[in-house]
């Protein structure tokens, strides 16, 4: 059974820095995996989409990594703004029509 | 482009009443469609998925139903609301493999 795990649950930095959020999946069979934003109140935002034939996908200040055989992402965000403090949610697809599969989410916090 | 609505954005029920909650996506055929639903502080419950015209899959036992009359339209029902029942229930689509959600509503059962 696929797990889908994010580490650390809540992240607080101070604006300009660069930061790494993370996440694990236990089942390396993946079809592909994305990323989401959601603020509070408010629903699911999609950031970036990484195919399971690709290693990377980048979108302005945003790049997303994938290494299938170790089960693991990261969302790397580039210089760090207030209005980039959001959760953000991991979730992998096994196959095309499957149903998606979410970590709970990292919780950012960028102090002005 | 495709869009998905949902309505209404908020809603106060008390309990035992019935719900009905509509999805709709423009501008796709045939999506997979999804609800989910986001208790306070916990992450997202998959509760029904649906890849075509009155096929329905249930994810959790629970008092709701979903229903796909048309093949941009899934309802999410129930007869008797519970207090439990409360949370964000949000819609989705998915196409080629990528998943869009809708704007979700805000169902609080007092």
């Known amino acids: 059974k696929q797990e889908v795990t994010q580490i650390p649950a809540a992240l607080s930095v101070p604006e300009g820095e660069n930061l790494v959020l993370n996440c694990s999946f236990t089942?390396?069979?993946?079809?592909?995996l994305q990323w989401f934003r959601q603020d509070p109140g408010k629903g699911l935002t999609s950031l970036l989409l990484i195919q399971s034939s690709q290693r990377e996908q980048t979108s302005g200040r945003l790049n997303a990594s994938l290494d299938k055989s170790s089960g693991r992402s990261t969302l790397y965000i580039a210089a760090s703004q207030p209005g980039d403090s959001a959760t953000y949610l991991c979730?992998?697809?096994?196959?095309?029509?499957?149903?998606?599969?979410f970590g709970k989410g990292t919780r950012l916090h960028i102090l002005p | 482009s495709q869009t998905i609505h949902q309505w209404p954005a908020t809603l106060v029920q008390p309990v035992g009443s019935p719900l009905s909650l509509e999805c709709t996506v423009e501008?796709?055929?045939?999506?997979?469609l999804y609800w989910y639903r986001q208790a306070a502080g916990r992450g997202l419950q998959l509760l029904f998925y649906s890849v075509g015209i009155g096929q329905i899959s249930s994810e959790v036992p629970q008092n709701l139903s979903a229903s796909r009359p048309q093949d941009r339209q899934f309802i999410l029902s129930s007869k008797k609301l519970l207090l439990s029942d409360s949370g964000f229930y949000l819609c989705?689509?998915?196409?080629?493999?990528?998943?869009?959600f809708g704007p979700g509503t805000r169902l609080t059962v007092t």
């Open positions: 979730a992998v697809l096994m196959n095309r029509d499957d149903k998606i599969i």
């Open positions: 989705a689509w998915s196409w080629e493999g990528e998943q869009y």
């Open positions: 501008g796709t055929s045939n999506p997979n």
């Open positions: 089942d390396s069979a993946i079809y592909n």
